[in-house]
């Protein structure tokens, strides 16, 4: 199994361009996270989801946007990139209650 | 969900017992206890998890204390790989606010060799 892929690896932006990070997962799991890491900082939560169509903010949404038409996709969007949004965003995703999370080896982004 | 308490850092000689703390005074009856951890930058890996009785798996004992209200990763004979961030969460299950789950700062574990 795959797992969670994200892409892209690296990206690097310029203030006002946008993007869309993606996320996918093969695992059929219900519940998908995605959370951003400054450096030397822990995981700050950004969108989640419970379950296609059913999206949610967390601690930090403010400058993003989710959806999440299928099981397997949630991709992040940056409308327009301020370099405040420079880090290492990382996807997640967990079957539910007692099972832990799946995380995707993360998109470091540059905004400049 | 509870919130945790980790020291920042903490070094362990290579080969011996590596003992992370964690306190989670305000668990609730219902909430499990995760570990994860982080090794680089690479996404965080999880290790494992339990609700009351002490648990061990092939990489890691938890120890759950009888009041649960803090709890000790084991990791018996570390080494240099297992320098990393270690993260203690706590949650229960997926219903409201619980369906948020946050990581603290963790603990940076460095091995020594």
């Known amino acids: 199994n795959a797992g969670v892929t994200q892409t892209p690896k690296f990206r690097i932006l310029k203030i006002g361009q946008s993007m869309t990070l993606q996320c996918t997962q093969d695992?059929?799991?219900?519940?998908m996270y995605w959370y951003r890491q400054d450096p030397g900082m822990g995981l700050k939560l950004i969108y989640y989801?419970?379950?296609?169509?059913?999206?949610d903010k967390g601690e930090v949404p403010n400058g993003y946007n989710v959806s999440r038409s299928t099981t397997e996709d949630f991709p992040l969007r940056l409308e327009l990139a301020a370099p405040s949004q420079t880090s290492v965003y990382f996807c997640?995703?967990?079957?539910?209650?007692?099972?832990?999370?799946?995380f995707g080896n993360g998109t470091r982004l540059t905004v400049t | 969900d509870a919130k945790t308490t980790q020291p920042t850092s903490m070094d362990c000689a290579e080969g011996r017992a590596a003992n992370l703390p964690c306190n989670h005074s305000?668990?609730?009856?219902?909430?499990?206890v995760y570990w994860y951890r982080q090794i680089h930058s690479q996404g965080p890996q999880y290790i494992i998890h339990?609700?009351?009785n002490n648990e061990t798996n092939e990489m890691a004992s938890l120890i759950i204390t009888e009041d649960r209200k803090s709890s000790t990763l084991i990791l018996p004979h570390a080494t240099l790989r297992d320098t990393a961030v270690y993260y203690c969460?706590?949650?229960?299950?997926?219903?409201?606010?619980?369906?948020?789950?946050?990581f603290g700062s963790g603990t940076q574990l460095t091995v020594l060799p």
């Open positions: 997640a995703s967990t079957s539910g209650t007692n099972s832990p999370l799946h």
């Open positions: 695992m059929n799991h219900n519940y």
């Open positions: 989801s419970v379950g296609a169509g059913i999206t």
């Open positions: 305000t668990i609730s009856g219902n909430e499990y």
């Open positions: 339990g609700l009351k």
């Open positions: 969460i706590v949650r229960v299950g997926f219903s409201g606010s619980a369906r948020q789950l946050t």
